[in-house]
DNA sequence: CGACATGGTCAAGCAGCTTGACTATATGGC
DNA sequence: GCCATATAGTCAAGCTGCTTGACCATGTCG
């Protein structure tokens, strides 16, 4: 593989995940909540049970002050909550709201409804390999910006 | 396809973008210069035959001042330089200097070591299957930051 | 030639992040 | 039990990269 042909699917490699990105956003907004894309990772790491503003930070790979800005900022929209931590008195447990579970399946429809433009254009077995193959050369772990 | 696969289909391309993104950069600062991951699009724009400011915003998909801040920057650092307009005197065309250039080239080696790495896990022909497949679904056009 | 459009810059402001300092609670050695 | 140290979280200040608004110089077209 010729260097410019690297160069060239970084380039669209990041032209996809933005234009996935708007779109998700997008249909997120027009199903009425006010969503900013890097909540989609804070969403995903407090679904299933809350997590603390130290485990979002890291999971998040930026400070615990601009993750606890985040925290607030959602709280104050009424996604989520801070609760007293039930086996820490210094740490607190933000978890979502129902309000926040619905926007989270908001964003979940908009996804589903991009990736069907995807499928229509490379069929279903395409996009099921693209994300298996996506995953095997990125694991999911903490995210980091994409640039 | 459930809606939560179509999800985490745009954490992995997220993820894979960010990470590739990560790997260029490093590279590209390894072989000692030093680059932010924006410059990458604006130089793309700028190496054919160099570009005015208002192009390279467009490109960008910023204003013409932020543009105009950017360039500012690698003029200042040496990557390119401000030149009058052949045929419009209110404009000034920004082309590579010869580092502008040797830094697009340590990017395109960064960019080619990085996804070497991919191909050692997915094979050769999958990589190129995978950067067809994303510039059919998401044509190369205006930069949209990802998040 | 005059009216308006366009390329570019200057200035001010804002959002989201950082570092640094601090308080409150937890933990482990003695 | 107590103290030293580590950890959760917040407050405050500052930086960076972007924005909007205003402006000048040049081009274009009636």
């Known amino acids: 593989m010729q260097n410019s042909e690297a160069l060239a699917l970084a380039a669209a490699l990041l032209a996809a995940a933005g234009d996935l990105t708007q779109r998700i956003n997008d249909g997120v907004v ?4 006010e969503a900013r894309p890097a909540w989609g990772f804070a969403f995903a790491r407090l679904a299933p049970d809350g997590a603390t503003v130290t485990e979002l930070a890291a999971h998040l790979g930026v400070t615990k002050q601009a993750a606890s800005q985040l925290v607030d900022e959602i709280v104050r929209k009424g996604y989520a909550e801070r609760r007293p931590h039930p086996a820490d ?24 409804e991009a990736v069907r433009e ?30």
Chains 1, 2 share one sequence.
């Open 30 to 33: 027009s199903r009425g909540f």
């Open 89 to 112: 008195a210094r740490a607190r447990l933000v978890v979502l709201t129902e309000r926040g579970w619905a926007c989270t399946r908001a964003a979940e429809e908009a996804a589903a």
């Open 118 to 147: 995807w499928t229509d254009v490379l069929g279903e077995g395409e996009v099921r390999a693209l994300r298996e193959r996506l995953g095997r050369i990125a694991p999911y772990g903490p995210i980091r910006p994409a640039w």
